[in-house]
C-alpha cells in the first residue's frame, strides 16, 4: 500500500504531510554542527543553511526546494555546492557517518519530483562543478565534469566539428551528471543511441565516500562487469555521479528539417516507414505532435506553419529531421520522399512544409521544443511518459481523454486539454493531462492508477525516459517483475546499506 | 601472487596442473547421484556425462572440453544441453543445492578461456537452446533464444532488410547469448555501437535458479536500475543468459568496401579522419591490418589484392566499408574521398581497390576475416586484444616484436611472426604473436606481464573485447583500479555467493 506520507504531493495536497515521515526515520536531521562541519571542509560560498551561525533564509535556497514545473516541494535546511569530487566525497563520509540523507541535485530540470528533498535531506547541488577536463577532436571523447550545463558542452565541442550525443528541451539548464544519471533521452536517440552507448566511463562518489574512478575515455574495455551501467538512470541512489566521459559524434555537415501534416493518427506508422527506408542513415529525428498539442503551441504565440484550408483535414503532425555529410545528397533524398509522398495515389500527408533557411529550421524545431512550455502556461500539467508500440500512441491518449470524460472532469472547469507527443521513432509518447485550475485529487485518482493499467496492457513502460523520481516508484511493479524489484533493492542494499542516497526516490 | 593452479596453462604446461585446485575446493565433484538428478529433469539426449549408468567416453565430449584454439583443455566429465529456460532454472537449482560449478558455453568461439572448465564443473551447453522468439519487422526488434547462432540469425531477419547490429569472424559458430555475456565488438560497432546500447532486454538465470525476465521490448524504459547491462560482458560469472532482445538496424541499401594501401604506419590517423570526415554517416567500418598480417594472408591462399611494385613502397592497410540507403550517392561519395586521396600533394595512401562486384566485395573482407584463421595454420598464437590510442597502434606492436628479439626469441626457432590488425575506428588492436612451434614458458615470460605493462603505460585496456574469461583475470589491475575491483567482487557476492558461477574467471 502506498503511504501518503512517503510521495510528496502536489501543491492542493501539501496540508496533509506529515511532519515527521515514517520512511525516513533512519535518518538524522542536520543539526548546526554539522553544518559547522561542512563550513570547514568547504569554502564559505559553497554553504547554504538556514541553521547555524551563517544562516540564510529558506527564501535564499528556494530554487533548491522546488522543481521548475513548481509541483514538487522540498524542505531542505541545508544547500552545499561543493567544487571537486573530492569535496564531495568528504561531505557523503560525513553524512554516511552521521546518517544524513542527501539528495543529489544537477539543473533540477527532472519532470518526476527526482531531485527535490522529501524530508529532512541535504541537497547536494553538483552546480559548482562545471569544468571540461578533457576534450579529443580525434575520437571526439569528451570528460567533464557532472555540473556542466548540456549547452555549454555542445558549445565546446561545437568549434571541433563535434555535437552532443543527446539534445533534450531543457538543454540550458540541464546538467549532464543529471542527464546520465535519469538516463537522458531526447530528440537525437533516434539517431546517436542511449546513453548506455554512448558514456564511456563515470566517476560516481558511492554511499560511502569512496570515489569510483571508471572516467574510461577508451571506446572499447572489457575488463569485468561494466558497473558504470549501473549509474546510468539510478536517479543518484547509488551514489553521486562528479564526472562523465562521452562519445561526441561529428557533427553533420548539413541539416534539414520538415513538417508534415497527416490526415490521421493511422497513418504514423507507414509514414515512419517510408522515411526510414528512404532517408535511411541520414534520418535523425522523427517526432509526433498531435493536433491539440499544436494549436496549444499556436495560441501561446508560436509563428503558423500551416494554413486554415490545410489544417481542416489534419490530425497530426510530424516533425522530421535530416543530418548528414553532404548537402547535395540530403536535399536529393528529401526532395525525392516528398515528391513520393505528395503524388502517391493514397497519400499519407496531406502537405508539409520543408525548412529553407536556419531561421526556418529554428523555428519548425521551436515549435517542438516549446510544447513543454506551452504546456507549463496553460495550467497544471499531469505528465506521462510512457512507451508504448507505436500503433498505439493515439489511442492511449483518446482512452485517457475518455475516462476524463467519463468522471466529469473534462472542460475548462477541471482539465482543459488531453494531448501527446514524442520521439515515434523510439516508441515514446508524452502525454499531458493540462488541469486549468490547478492539481486536484479528484483528477489524480481519475488518471492513476488507470494511465498505468493501460501501459501495462500494452508491455509498455510506465517512465520511458523521464525516470520515477518520488513520482512513479508505486507504479515501478506496472513495469518490473516482483524478481526485478527485489533485485533492484539488493542492489541498493549492496550499494548503500544506510540508505542515505536519494531516500525514497526510485524503489517503491 | 598469481597460483599456478588457478589458471589453465597451454599445452606444454598441462603436467603442471594440481589435480586437486585449492581455488575450487568450495565446489564438490559431480556424483552419479547428481547425472541421475539430471537425466531425471532432462530429456536422455541433454545428459552427457563419463560417469553413472549411461555414460559415455571422454572422447563423446571432446568438443566442449576445449577450445577452437586448442589452448585451453578443461575436464568436465558431464555436459548438460537444456532446452528451455525452466530447463536451465533446474539445472542451477540443483547445482546451488549441492555446490556444483557451472560453466555457460555458448558457441565455444572464445579466445581467453571463458567456457572452458577449469576443475570439476559442469558444463552447460546453450546450443539446445535456438529458436527465434520473436521479430518486428517494424521496430526491428528480435527476441531470441541464447543458444541461437549469429549467422541464423541475420539470415532471419534479412528477408525483413534488416541486419544484425554486430557482426564477427566467429558468425558461423558463435551464439547471440555468447555475444552478450562477452559483450562482443566486432566489424559493425562503428556504425551500430556496443551491446549495451542495443541489447534492450535480457532473461537470464540467475545462480539460485531464479529466472530473471527483462526481456523487454521497449527502446526506452527508465524504470529502475538497467540491472541487464551486468550482464552484459560478466562472461557467465553472475548468472546464465537463456534470451536477448536485440535492436536490429535497417539493412543497407547498398554497401561497398575498398582497399588502401598506406605507405607508413604514422598515415593511418589523418587517414581516418578524412574518410570519417567525408564519408560521415555511411562509414561502416575502418579496419588496420599491418604488412605482415596481409602478407600472411595471401601466402595461405587468399589472391592478391596489390601488385608486386605497389607493395614495395607500402607499410600497412585499411579496410574502408560503407552502408547507406542510396548507391548513387554512396559510390560519389566514395569516388570523390578516393579521387582527393590519390590526387593529394601529400598523398596518405599508395593506391586502392575499390570493390567492383558483390565477389569482389566479399574478397576483401575475406582477407580481413581469414587473418584468426590464418594465424591458426601459421602456429600457435598468443592473442592480445588491447584499446590504446590510434596512434600507438603500430608502436605497441613493434615494442612487443623488439622485446622479444631482446631475448633471442624472433625468429624460425621460436616467434615467428609479430603482427597487428584491428578496428582503428575503436581504437581496438589485435596482436597475434606466433610461436611457430607451439606454445612455450619462455615465450609467455618475455611477453607478459611486458605487454599489460605496455598498455596501463598508454592508459589502454588489456582486453577491448574479448573479455578475461581464465587467461587475464591476473591482469584486470592493469586496467581497473583496487576500488573497481573490490566493487565487481561485491556485485559478484551478491549475485553468487557460492561461487558457482564460471567460478575462476574474470575476477583475480
Redo the contacts between chains.
Keep these: 500500500m502506498l503511504s501518503l506520507c512517503r510521495v510528496v504531493r502536489p501543491l492542493a495536497f501539501r496540508a496533509r504531510r506529515c511532519a515527521h515521515n515514517p520512511a525516513f526515520s533512519h535518518l538524522n536531521t542536520v543539526t548546526e554542527e554539522d553544518v559547522a562541519h561542512f563550513s570547514n571542509i568547504l569554502a564559505p560560498s559553497s554553504v547554504f543553511s538556514t541553521i547555524g551561525s551563517n544562516s540564510v533564509s529558506s527564501n535564499d535556497i528556494a530554487t533548491y526546494n522546488v522543481d521548475w514545473m513548481g509541483k514538487y516541494y522540498g524542505k531542505a535546511t541545508t544547500v552545499l555546492r561543493p567544487r571537486s569530487t573530492a569535496e564531495v566525497s568528504e561531505i557523503v563520509k560525513w553524512c554516511a557517518k552521521r546518517k544524513i540523507g542527501i539528495v543529489p541535485q544537477g539543473g533540477n530540470t527532472g519532470l518526476v519530483g527526482g531531485s527535490i528533498s522529501l524530508d529532512k535531506e541535504i541537497v547536494l547541488s553538483l552546480g559548482a562543478m562545471s569544468k571540461v577536463r578533457s576534450f579529443d577532436p ?2 571526439g571523447i569528451l570528460v567533464a565534469d557532472a555540473g556542466c550545463i548540456l549547452q555549454s558542452l555542445s558549445e565546446y565541442v561545437a568549434p571541433h566539428n563535434h555535437i552532443m550525443p543527446l539534445d533534450l528541451g531543457a538543454k540550458g539548464s540541464c546538467q549532464i551528471g543529471g542527464n546520465v544519471s ?2 537522458a ?1 531526447g530528440l537525437r ?1 533516434l539517431r546517436y ?2 546513453l ?3 558514456v564511456l566511463g563515470l566517476e560516481v562518489v ?1 554511499p560511502d565516500g ?5 572516467l ?12 558504470k ?2 549509474f ?3 536517479e543518484g541512489t ?1 551514489g553521486v555521479v562528479t564526472g562523465v566521459s562521452i562519445l561526441t559524434p ?1 557533427a ?2 548539413a541539416s534539414h528539417n520538415v513538417m508534415l501534416a497527416l490526415p490521421r493518427y493511422d497513418n504514423v ?1 507507414p509514414l ?2 517510408t522515411v ?7 534520418l535523425s529525428s522523427f517526432e509526433y505532435i498531435d493536433r491539440t498539442a499544436y494549436d496549444m503551441a499556436i495560441d501561446h504565440g508560436h509563428s503558423r506553419i500551416f494554413n486554415e484550408e490545410e489544417l481542416k483535414s489534419t490530425q497530426c503532425f510530424v516533425l522530421v529531421e535530416t ?4 548537402k547535395e ?1 540530403d536535399e ?2 528529401l526532395t525525392e520522399l516528398l515528391e513520393s509522398l505528395l503524388t502517391a495515389a493514397k497519400p499519407l500527408i496531406v502537405t508539409g512544409t520543408l525548412s529553407q533557411s536556419a531561421a526556418q529550421f529554428a523555428s519548425l524545431w521551436a515549435l517542438r521544443e516549446g510544447l513543454t512550455e506551452a504546456v507549463q502556461k496553460e495550467g497544471k500539467p499531469y505528465k506521462y511518459d510512457i ?1 508504448v508500440p ?1 500503433a498505439d500512441f493515439q489511442r492511449v491518449v483518446d482512452v485517457l481523454r475518455d475516462q476524463l470524460k467519463s468522471r466529469g472532469l473534462y472542460g475548462d472547469h477541471a482539465v482543459s486539454k488531453v494531448m501527446g507527443y514524442g ?1 515515434v521513432g ?3 509518447l508524452h502525454i499531458n493531462v493540462i488541469a486549468k485550475h490547478g492539481y486536484a485529487p479528484e483528477i489524480e485518482q481519475a488518471l492513476e492508477p488507470f494511465i498505468y493499467e493501460v501501459v501495462a496492457s500494452l ?10 523520481g518520488s513520482m ?1 516508484p508505486h507504479a ?1 511493479h506496472y ?3 516482483n ?3 527485489d ?2 533493492r ?3 542494499g ?1 550499494f548503500d546499506p544506510l540508505n542515505i542516497m536519494n531516500p525514497g526516490k ?2 517503491p
Tied chains: 1, 2.
Design positions: 580525434v575520437s535519469t538516463n533521452g536517440l543511441g542511449t548506455h552507448g554512448t558511492l569512496t570515489i569510483l574512478d571508471q574510461s575515455t577508451l571506446r572499447k574495455d572489457n575488463t569485468g562487469y561494466d558497473m551501467q549501473l546510468i538512470g539510478a547509488l561529428p553533420p555537415q506508422l515512419f516507414q526510414r527506408r528512404q532517408l535511411g542513415e541520414i543530418s548528414g555529410s553532404n545528397h536529393q533524398k512507451s507505436i520521439h523510439d516508441g515514446n508491455n509498455g513502460s510506465v517512465s520511458a525516459e523521464h525516470g520515477l512513479k515501478l513495469s518490473k517483475s524478481v526485478s524489484i533485485w533492484m539488493k542492489i541498493k549492496t526510485v524503489l
